[in-house]
């Protein structure tokens, strides 16, 4: 099933960094706010985000001078590869530009100032989806799209490939992983 496994925001250097512990197999995405770091020895900085494949590896870590702040989702199934693709991220450094700095701000005080924990994996996907909408998406063909087309093709790919939507609740964690 389309499924977040966990998103939050971190702002601690000391627990903004995974070093040394392996691969992960689920898809994540990290958006830097501010500051700058490392991903897999290649700096990036605000304004650019960076994406994980599952088995792929990882390395990051803040830059000691301007430490980062960042938001992440943790996605965990197959049908959100298609969705990674529209980043359009550099293919050796899996890197990517964003000019929705308003929109990534706006989801982090949405995500950091509810008094009760989000529960719903209706919520969690309404957030990401919230946010993905000012991320303007590009085909492989590299022709821009309407965002409304985009989201009916992914939509569509989905349901295909998935006889049954399932749904589950959620406990959501705030924390950097």
Same mark, same amino acid.
């Given at each position: 099933?389309?499924?977040?496994?966990?998103?939050?925001?971190?702002?601690?250097? /000391?627990?903004?960094?995974?070093?040394?512990? #392996?691969?992960?197999?689920?898809?994540?995405?990290?958006?830097?706010?501010?500051?700058?770091?490392?991903?897999?020895? /290649?700096?990036? +900085?605000?304004?650019? #985000?960076?994406?994980?494949?599952? #088995?792929?590896?990882?390395?990051?870590?803040?830059?000691?001078?301007?430490?980062?702040?960042?938001?992440?989702?943790?996605?965990?199934?197959?049908?959100?590869?298609?969705?990674?693709?529209?980043?359009?991220?550099?293919?050796?450094?899996?890197?990517?530009?964003?000019?929705?700095?308003?929109?990534?701000? %706006?989801?982090?005080?949405?995500?950091?100032?509810?008094?009760?924990?989000?529960? $719903?994996?209706? %919520?969690?996907?309404?957030?990401?989806? #919230?946010?993905?909408? +000012?991320?303007?998406?590009?085909?492989?063909?590299?022709?821009?799209? $309407?965002? $409304? %087309?985009?989201?009916? $093709?992914?939509?569509?790919?989905?349901?295909?490939?998935?006889?049954?939507?399932?749904?589950?609740?959620? %406990?959501?964690?705030?924390? /950097?992983?």
């Amino acid at each position: 099933a389309l499924q977040i496994h966990n998103m939050g925001y971190t702002d601690d250097p /000391a627990r903004a960094q995974y070093i040394g512990r #392996g691969p992960r197999n689920q898809y994540i995405i990290h958006y830097i706010l501010e500051g700058k770091g490392y991903f897999n020895q /290649a700096p990036v +900085h605000a304004g650019q #985000g960076f994406l994980i494949y599952p #088995g792929q590896p990882q390395h990051y870590y803040p830059d000691p001078v301007h430490p980062w702040k960042f938001l992440w989702f943790v996605l965990s199934d197959d049908a959100w590869e298609p969705l990674f693709k529209a980043y359009h991220a550099d293919t050796s450094t899996q890197i990517f530009a964003f000019s929705c700095m308003s929109a990534v701000e %706006e989801t982090v005080f949405k995500i950091t100032s509810y008094d009760n924990p989000i529960r $719903s994996m209706y %919520e969690l996907l309404e957030i990401f989806f #919230g946010l993905l909408k +000012h991320q303007q998406p590009i085909t492989e063909t590299t022709k821009r799209i $309407s965002q $409304s %087309e985009y989201y009916v $093709s992914f939509t569509t790919e989905y349901i295909k490939t998935h006889s049954k939507f399932e749904y589950g609740e959620t %406990e959501n964690r705030f924390y /950097a992983h």
